[in-house]
């Protein structure tokens, strides 16, 4: 905020405690403010996130407070807080962007403390915001709000969280390449389709040795853009078809200079006529980095001149928790201690499909891996869906988090002849999610829950939320989803009353929503779209809870993509964090996506978790630890607050667990603020903490470099009982956790 003239004007006075020379000002706590205006109007310009102001009698040293109502400017003086009116010639105007301007008529309010308004304006941007924290009633809050989003987008399922580390490796989706292969000596390596490992996997690795072959000969495999080698137990396996008897042998070895890490005979004897399964375990010597090879080589003399086929290479490292083709641990583990609710599975667009035929087939996702057949996903490259509905539910059952499942609903994203699907033509299909619930839920006695025992889980699992489709207002699905929703609605709810559905817009719903229908809200916005959000939810109808299940900021100011999130990113998602947290009785989950991002292979950014595979090569993002920093610090009850000030550039919440009371705040602003957080609790603990996170704006935490990540401090009240004094730095997010006995 600044004043100056761009006419001569005699400023020479002094009052109240401000100094006044030509052009300008000096507060008299020594600071120094400039100015800009007119001779006719003062121009004072506020932060968007400011818009309450103060006012000033100039001698008089009558004082109130100001905040704008219907584009007025009320005044409530102090001495009189009750009595409230319309200052005289002060008028409300707003810019693009909405950053509020008072205008000030000097010809009308020549006697105005216009200076003094500049002063008192100052000191407001400094003065401490003071919550005073109800320990009494308050609303119940979602016991699961914070959770996760996932689908295979950035490689974050294969070659992500998934557990193998070969990719390719049976040759799935569209593609016939040799994508991640190469050979081994003197051979030719080719697709074949005419030697099938089964019906779902129909091509196998053809090696052709030529006559007068010897020394070792086969093939390697990259991975996905390179191959963690850890000194820790791997399990492999391949199977094999061909007329051979003798060694092979399995190695990890380091691409650039072909260094051997580890290297296991296998006794192979194998027969022209069906494919063989083997299956071995070793420890390697620890790589420096992902850089890396695994080989599958023979002896070249026995097959000179012959073929051999092999088919579903697999490498596992140690999973998470040990359970077989279970996930990684690298990113298992990051994930776990966020300390999530809930898991949304299996997507997003990847459920959808670009055609109804390439939408995400539960059925198909089950069983032998042998007889999963895989499917060009949605995001560009082939899923072999190791990672499957099974999987997905005890990734669940691992990491105590309830299942929400996404079903489709009749839309793919081609937009093309065919790609929706309504009416009578949807009821295949409908039946289809009604057995998908049955394989989750069912009993051992009915064919579905039967058929899930078979692959070794008899025990039903809890299925309480299904939402119903993706984002149904995009592609062209926003007309029919009120008939497409009801269908799968009536039908769901008439076996399943007590399943939670979910419609996946609010923007095309039915005249009549269903009782307890909840809605799903999605964004990828910008800082100040999403501090805009703040209080979307304050006046919502109570009877419809909301899922926020994807949300992220996702671009600067501009409208430019960022490549990851950085802090003002991460501050403004706090603000609308906060914002759901004070409306947690009708917000029931909240989830940032992208998850997970591969490095190697992106489609989409920022996410909340990158990666590579080095030992060092797992990024956390800004975004984790305020993400992670909310879900673990969360009580059952919101408390109410009453402050000093209003929302903005400070966000605030609190609420109540059984052994604690936690205050969460938010400064989007470049200043720092001072907090005084007082709880009327005789009951406080004398050492409580304290967490924050704040940087730079543009900070972000990169491969090789985490300047960012939160930072505890044991903190206790001050003076008086159950007073707290904080410093919200700029940029910051922070969150006290007051212990009582």
């Not at 100039?58 to 009750?82: D, E, F, M």
């Not at 059925?363 to 060009?376: D, Q, V």
């Not at 699992?461 to 009536?490: A, C, Q, T």
């Not at 292979?601 to 080095?614: A, C, K, S, Y």
């Amino acid at each position: 905020m600044s004043l100056s003239f761009n006419s001569t004007v005699d400023l020479r006075s002094r009052c109240m405690g401000v100094s006044v020379v030509p052009g300008r000002l000096v507060p008299s706590n020594g600071s120094t403010g400039a100015a800009f205006a007119t001779l006719d109007q003062l121009h004072v310009r506020g932060s968007p996130t400011l818009p309450t102001f103060l006012s000033a009698d100039v001698c008089t040293a009558k004082i109130g407070v100001g905040a704008y109502v219907n584009k007025q400017l009320v005044v409530v003086p102090t001495t009189s807080p009750r009595a409230a009116s319309v200052a005289p010639g002060l008028v409300m105007s707003k810019e693009q962007n909405s950053v509020p301007i008072m205008v000030v008529d000097l010809r009308k309010l020549f006697d105005l403390a216009i200076l003094f308004l500049f002063e008192i304006f100052l000191v407001a941007n400094a003065e401490t915001v003071e919550l005073r924290v109800s320990t009494s009633g308050g609303n119940e809050s979602s016991p699961i709000l914070y959770g996760f989003m996932f689908e295979d987008i950035n490689h974050s399922g294969d070659g992500g969280i998934h557990s193998q580390l070969l990719r390719n490796n049976g040759f799935q989706g569209e593609s016939t390449d040799l994508t991640a292969y190469n050979s081994v000596g003197n051979v030719t390596l080719g697709v074949d389709l005419r030697n099938p490992l089964s019906a779902e996997i129909p091509r196998s690795l053809k090696i052709s040795v030529p006559e007068g072959a010897s020394g070792e000969v086969g093939f390697s495999n990259e991975g996905y853009w390179g191959i963690p080698v850890n000194s820790e137990t791997y399990t492999s396996a391949f199977f094999i078809k061909g007329s051979y008897t003798g060694r092979a042998t399995l190695s990890l070895r380091r691409r650039a200079n072909n260094t051997l890490y580890a290297s296991q005979d296998v006794n192979i004897q194998s027969n022209a006529d069906k494919f063989t399964y083997y299956e071995t375990r070793f420890k390697p010597e620890q790589a420096p980095d992902g850089d890396n090879l695994w080989a599958l080589t023979f002896n070249g003399c026995k097959l000179a001149g012959r073929e051999i086929y092999v088919s579903l290479i697999q490498l596992y490292p140690r999973t998470f928790p040990p359970r077989k083709n279970g996930l990684k641990p690298s990113l298992a583990d990051p994930i776990a201690n966020m300390n999530g609710s809930f898991l949304r599975f299996p997507g997003g667009n990847n459920l959808e499909g670009i055609h109804p035929y390439s939408r995400w087939k539960w059925n198909e996702t089950i069983g032998p891996l042998e007889s999963r057949p895989g499917r060009e996903g949605t995001w560009s490259y082939a899923n072999t869906d190791a990672l499957g509905l099974l999987e997905y539910l005890c990734w669940c059952e691992d990491m105590n988090l309830i299942p929400l499942l996404t079903v489709w609903d009749g839309l793919s994203l081609g937009q093309g002849p065919g790609d929706i699907i309504t009416g009578d033509a949807l009821k295949p299909y409908v039946e289809d999610v009604l057995n998908e619930i049955e394989f989750i839920r069912g009993e051992v006695s009915t064919t579905y829950g039967a058929l899930r025992a078979k692959l070794g889980h008899p025990k039903s699992f809890k299925l309480l939320h299904v939402e119903i489709g993706n984002e149904d207002h995009l592609w062209g699905g926003g007309p029919s989803y009120p008939e497409r929703l009801m269908m799968f609605y009536n039908a769901i709810h008439e076996i399943y009353p007590d399943i939670n559905l979910i419609a996946s817009t609010g923007e095309y719903l039915p005249a009549r929503l269903p009782d307890g229908l909840w809605i799903t809200f999605h964004t990828y916005s910008s800082p100040s779209e999403l501090v805009s959000w703040f209080n979307k939810f304050d006046n919502v109808d109570r009877a419809h809870p909301w899922s926020v299940s994807e949300f992220a900021c996702s671009k600067n100011d501009e409208g430019a993509q960022i490549p990851e999130p950085n802090v003002q990113c991460s501050v403004a998602e706090a603000v609308f964090m906060i914002g759901i947290e004070r409306n947690s009785d009708v917000v029931k989950m909240e989830a940032y996506a992208p998850l997970l991002r591969n490095r190697g292979g992106t489609q989409w950014t920022p996410d909340l978790i990158e990666f590579n595979h080095n030992p060092n090569g797992v990024v956390l993002s800004t975004s984790y630890y305020v993400h992670q920093l909310f879900s673990l610090y969360r009580g059952h009850t919101i408390l109410e607050v009453l402050s000093n000030r209003p929302f903005g550039p400070v966000y605030w919440v609190a609420s109540k667990s059984d052994s604690s009371y936690i205050v969460k705040f938010a400064n989007y602003s470049p200043d720092r603020h001072e907090i005084k957080v007082t709880f009327d609790d005789k009951r406080i603990d004398c050492t409580c903490s304290l967490h924050l996170i704040s940087g730079p704006p543009e900070a972000s935490n990169v491969y090789g470099s985490t300047k960012v990540t939160p930072n505890k401090s044991v903190i206790s009240p001050n003076g008086e009982n159950g007073t707290f004094r904080l410093d919200a730095p700029s940029w910051g997010v922070g969150v006290l956790v007051v212990n009582f006995r």
